[in-house]
């Protein structure tokens, strides 16, 4: 035991190796946790015990599904998919934010249900640009729905699977209040909102101990990569993986290690939609909520239901939000009328071939790319061409 703790948290820790059940166990970590003081010196053996406690959860997570999946039925939560999900969420409150009526405007879906409690998800497609967009508008989020309350917890999980989540706020009430029990309670279901994942993954393998590999320059760049491994092999340890490989992408902290073994954390993309942008003083509302959250939301829209305001291109802009691109596939010069989404800032024509079949691009040969703007219109090409909106690809096998 290290010497930065106090014998307080020492006592805790004693308290943890002796507890017999996982709940136990759990709260005996957490609390020596809570007891060690937060430093530089300390940050290992906090990365170390927070992987730990990490495994216990997910044990005790296993444990609860065990038991409930006995008997259980379908849940009417569970969405069947369809194009890019975007869902709607806002807090609980009479009258609505307007949920209902935003995914009528956008669909044409669930009209008598405007005004009205609606306890289950309603479902509408939008479509722009030949791209379709499933709209869920979902039951509010209520206070304590991280841990179960008003179907929280079936909430929470559509939330994880989704594209992405819009955050409804009505402009003509307090949106602070609004937004901070979305956030916490998105928060303590572990959904990170607007950050990338951190550059590493790590999976398990069946012997060969743990192996870390740095794969970029910039995950190479540490003064102390030999100790830097050593840390990462006893998190990934305690966080029970003993046989695995770890690819670091980049620059990485212990805190990162934790967080990929954590299957329970979710890295989310999210908008927010100020609503009722027609009534009065929501001018300035919309304003002031820009102003405070958008370094954290870089995409906030106003709109009006009443006034049918919300903007024309709203598919075209929540695509260039998510990064995604629409190119179209051709066989045998017939060009598919439903477009492919290509994911990233320069998709290629390998990121085709991934996305029809892993088999393409073994058997790739060439590609054909049709190019409406471009001077040489039809091109033959290879796997690193790079790609712009709305073309047309045609791949050949050998
Ligand atoms: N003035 C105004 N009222 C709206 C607007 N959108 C929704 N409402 C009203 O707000 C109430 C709640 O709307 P609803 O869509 O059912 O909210 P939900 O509970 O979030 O689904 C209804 O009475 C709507 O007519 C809007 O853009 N402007
Ligand atoms: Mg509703």
């Given at each position: 035991m290290?010497s930065?703790i106090?014998?307080?948290?020492?006592?805790?820790?004693?308290?943890?190796?002796d507890?017999?059940?996982?709940?136990?166990?759990i709260?005996?970590?957490?609390?020596?946790?809570s007891?060690?003081?937060k430093?530089?010196a300390?940050?290992?053996i906090?990365?170390?015990?927070?992987?730990r406690?990490?495994?216990?959860?997910?044990?005790?997570?296993a444990q609860?599904t065990?038991?409930?999946?006995?008997?259980?039925?379908?849940?009417?939560?569970?969405?069947k998919?369809e194009g890019?999900?975007?869902?709607?969420?806002?807090?609980?409150?009479s009258?609505?934010v307007?949920?209902?009526s935003?995914?009528?405007?956008?669909?044409g879906?669930a009209?008598?249900?405007?005004?009205?409690?609606?306890?289950?998800?309603?479902?509408?497609?939008y479509?722009?640009?030949?791209?379709r967009?499933?709209?869920?508008?979902?039951p509010?989020?209520?206070?304590?729905?991280?841990?179960?309350?008003g179907?929280?917890?079936?909430?929470?999980?559509?939330?994880?699977?989704?594209?992405?989540?819009?955050?409804?706020?009505?402009?003509s009430?307090?949106?602070?209040?609004?937004m901070?029990l979305?956030?916490?309670?998105?928060?303590?279901?572990?959904?990170?909102?607007?950050i990338p994942?951190?550059?590493?993954?790590?999976k398990?393998?069946?012997?060969n101990k743990?192996?870390?590999?740095?794969?970029?320059?910039?995950?190479?760049?540490?003064?102390?990569?030999?100790g830097?491994?050593?840390r990462i092999?006893?998190?990934?340890?305690?966080g029970?993986i003993h046989n695995?490989?770890?690819?670091?992408?980049?620059?990485?902290?212990?805190?990162?290690?934790?967080?990929t073994?954590?299957?329970?954390?979710a890295?989310?993309?999210?908008i927010?939609l100020g609503?009722?942008?027609?009534l009065?003083?929501?001018?300035?509302?919309?304003?002031?909520?820009?102003?405070?959250?958008s370094?954290?939301?870089p995409?906030?829209?106003?709109?009006s239901v009443?006034k049918k305001?919300?903007p024309?291109?709203?598919?075209?802009i929540?695509?260039?939000?998510?990064?995604?691109?629409?190119?179209?596939?051709m066989?045998?010069?017939?060009?598919?009328?439903?477009?492919?989404l290509?994911?990233?800032?320069?998709?290629?024509?390998?990121d085709v071939?991934?996305?029809?079949?892993?088999?393409f691009?073994?058997s790739?040969?060439?590609?054909?790319?049709i190019r409406?703007?471009?001077r040489?219109?039809?091109?033959?090409?290879g796997?690193?061409y790079e790609l712009?909106e709305n073309?047309?690809?045609e791949?050949?096998t050998k």
């Open positions: 290290s930065n106090g014998p307080e948290a020492q006592a805790a820790y004693q308290k943890y190796l507890a017999n059940t996982i709940e136990e166990k709260r005996r970590l957490e609390e020596y946790l007891l060690i003081p430093h530089k300390t940050e290992k906090v990365a170390l015990n927070k992987s406690l990490a495994k216990l959860r997910r044990e005790q997570e609860k065990r038991t409930k999946s006995m008997g259980k039925l379908v849940s009417p939560f569970s969405i998919r890019l999900q975007l869902i709607l969420i806002s807090d609980y409150y009258p609505g307007g949920k209902t935003l995914l009528n405007l956008l669909t879906a009209k008598e249900k405007i005004g009205k409690f609606t306890p289950l998800p309603e479902i509408g497609i479509e722009y640009n030949k791209v967009y499933q709209i869920v508008d979902m509010s989020i209520m206070e304590g729905a991280a841990s179960g309350i179907n929280g917890k079936e909430i929470i999980s559509q939330l994880r699977a989704c594209d992405l989540i819009c955050f409804c706020v009505d402009l009430r307090n949106y602070k209040e609004q901070d979305l956030l916490k309670e998105l928060t303590e279901s572990h959904i990170r909102i607007n994942p951190p550059p590493i993954t790590i398990k393998t069946g012997s743990i192996q870390v590999f740095y794969l970029t320059s910039e995950a190479k760049e540490n003064d102390n990569i030999e830097l491994t050593e092999k006893e998190i990934t340890s305690a029970g695995g490989i770890v690819k670091v992408f980049g620059k990485i902290e212990l805190n990162h290690v934790v967080d073994l954590n299957p329970s954390i890295y989310k993309k999210a927010i609503t009722k942008g027609d009065s003083l929501t001018k300035n509302t919309f304003y002031d909520l820009k102003d405070q959250y370094e954290h939301f995409l906030i829209i106003g709109t009443k305001e919300i024309e291109d709203f598919g075209k929540v695509l260039s939000f998510l990064k995604k691109m629409k190119v179209y596939t066989n045998k010069g017939i060009v598919s009328s439903k477009p492919l290509l994911d990233g800032n320069q998709p290629t024509i390998r071939a991934i996305k029809i079949h892993r088999s691009l073994e790739f040969d060439h590609a054909i790319v409406k703007d471009a040489q219109e039809k091109k033959k090409v796997l690193d712009n073309d047309i690809i791949l050949h």
